[in-house]
Nanobody, 119 residues
C-alpha cells in the first residue's frame, strides 16, 4: 500500500512563495505520473502541474511561469514550488501519483493541504 503525506501549506501574502512537499511511503511501483491538483471552494478540482514518466511536464494555464513541479525519486518526494502567489491561488492542494502494478493503473492521493493567499 502506498501512502502520500503532504506538507507546506499555510497563509501567505500575495507575491510570496511557498513550497509544497508530498512524500510517498510503502512500495513504490512503476510511476506513470506525479501531479498536483487544487480545489477552491465551490469549484471543481483542477490540474496544477503534472510530470509524466517518461514524458514531459505540463502546467495549468493560470500557473505557467510561476509554479514549478519537481521530484526527488531517491526520497520518494514530489515538490511544488509556487512563486508570485495570487489570492486566486488559494485552494486545497492535493498531490497525486499514478502507478502501474498488479496489471492495473492505480491512483494515490495525498491528504490535501490548505494554501491561503491574502491580498
Amino acid at each position: 500500500q502506498v501512502r502520500l503525506v503532504q506538507s507546506g501549506g499555510k497563509l501567505v501574502q500575495a507575491g510570496g512563495s511557498l513550497r509544497l512537499s508530498c512524500v510517498a511511503s510503502g512500495t513504490i511501483f512503476s510511476i506513470n505520473s506525479m501531479a498536483w491538483y487544487r480545489q477552491a471552494p465551490g469549484k471543481q478540482r483542477e490540474l496544477v502541474a503534472i510530470m509524466r514518466t517518461p514524458g514531459g511536464t505540463n502546467y495549468g494555464d493560470s500557473v505557467k511561469g510561476r509554479f514549478t513541479i519537481s521530484r526527488d525519486i531517491t526520497k520518494g518526494t514530489v515538490f511544488l514550488q509556487m512563486n508570485s502567489l495570487k489570492p486566486e491561488d488559494s485552494a486545497v492542494y492535493y498531490c497525486n501519483w499514478e502507478m502501474y502494478h498488479d496489471h492495473a493503473v492505480h491512483n494515490y492521493w495525498g491528504q490535501g493541504t490548505q494554501v491561503t493567499v491574502s491580498d
